[in-house]
């Protein structure tokens, strides 16, 4: 079930590339697949879009955080496999830590107190 104040595509730019990190943490994946994932984990609040995932796979490739290869997907279609790099698990590190600080503080901010 979709859910009425799902975040704003602005305040979710910076999060994207954590987030397909994160994803490929569990192993390699295409495109459809990191989408599904990323969505099924958010209990379908993020919906995440051809035209947003695309450019930040591309992105992270020229990063260094990804690589890829071109395998079969399980309904027997080619397609573009995403594997996390050594680099990019470091980056996933760093990213994650800086993501708990920023929520940590904007909780505070809005009122909520750490117990």
């Known amino acids: ?22 994803t490929l943490v569990t192993g390699d994946a295409h495109g459809h697949t990191i ?8 209990e379908d ?3 995440v ?3 947003s995932l695309y450019p930040a796979l591309h992105r992270l490739e020229d990063r260094g955080w990804v690589s890829s290869y071109w395998g079969t997907s399980e309904n027997n279609r080619k397609a573009k496999f995403y594997r996390l790099t ?29 117990g």
């Open 86 to 114: 050594t680099s990019g698990k470091k980056q996933l590190v760093s990213e994650t830590n800086r993501w708990r600080q920023m929520a940590r503080a904007i909780a505070l901010v809005m009122g909520e107190r750490a």
């Open 45 to 47: 609040v993020l919906e």
């Open 1 to 22: 079930m979709k859910k009425n104040s799902a975040p704003s595509p602005e305040m979710l730019k910076g999060t994207l590339d954590m987030m397909v990190l994160r």
């Open 49 to 51: 879009e051809q035209g």
């Open 35 to 42: 989408a599904k994932v990323i969505e099924r984990s958010s």
